[in-house]
C-alpha cells in the first residue's frame, strides 16, 4: 500500500491550503484516512481523521478551520486548511488504515511521506 500526499506550501497568514492524499496498491478495505502533523522539536499530533462511515474527528486547533473530506468513501482524502495561522506550520503526514485482503486480521497504519506546510508572513 502507497500513500502518497500533495499541496503543501508557504502561504500568509490567514490564507488557504488544500491538502491531498491517495491511497493505492493492494487495498482490500480501508478504515479510517486521515493526517497528523509534526512540527519541529514536537511530537506528532493527530490533526483530523475521517473513517469509511464518514464520522470526523479533529484536533481543538483545527475545529472550525480545518475540513476533512473523503468522496465516497474511497481511497483519496482531503484537508482544506482556511485562516491558516503561524503555528500550523508544520510536516503534514497523511495515512490510511488498511486491510491489503480478506485475510487480514487487523487493520495496519501505512504513511506517507510528508508534506510541508510553512504559514508566514
Known amino acids: 500500500v502507497q500513500v502518497v500526499e500533495s499541496g503543501g506550501g508557504l502561504v500568509q497568514p490567514g490564507e488557504s491550503l488544500r491538502l491531498s492524499c491517495a491511497a493505492s496498491g493492494s487495498i482490500f478495505s480501508i478504515n479510517h484516512m486521515g493526517w497528523y502533523r509534526q512540527a519541529p522539536g514536537l511530537q506528532r499530533e493527530l490533526v483530523a481523521r475521517?473513517?469509511?462511515?464518514?464520522?470526523?474527528n479533529y484536533a481543538d486547533s483545527a475545529k472550525g478551520r480545518f475540513t476533512i473530506s473523503r468522496p465516497y468513501a474511497q481511497n483519496t482524502v482531503y484537508l482544506q486548511m482556511d485562516s491558516l495561522k503561524p503555528e500550523d506550520t508544520a510536516a503534514y503526514y497523511c495515512?490510511?488504515?488498511?486491510?491489503?485482503?480478506?485475510?487480514?486480521?487487523?487493520?495496519?497504519?501505512?504513511w506517507g511521506q510528508g508534506t510541508q506546510v510553512t504559514v508566514s508572513s
Open positions: 475521517i473513517s469509511s462511515a464518514g464520522i470526523t
Open positions: 495515512y490510511a488504515e488498511a486491510k491489503e485482503n480478506s485475510r487480514a486480521r487487523s487493520y495496519i497504519m501505512y
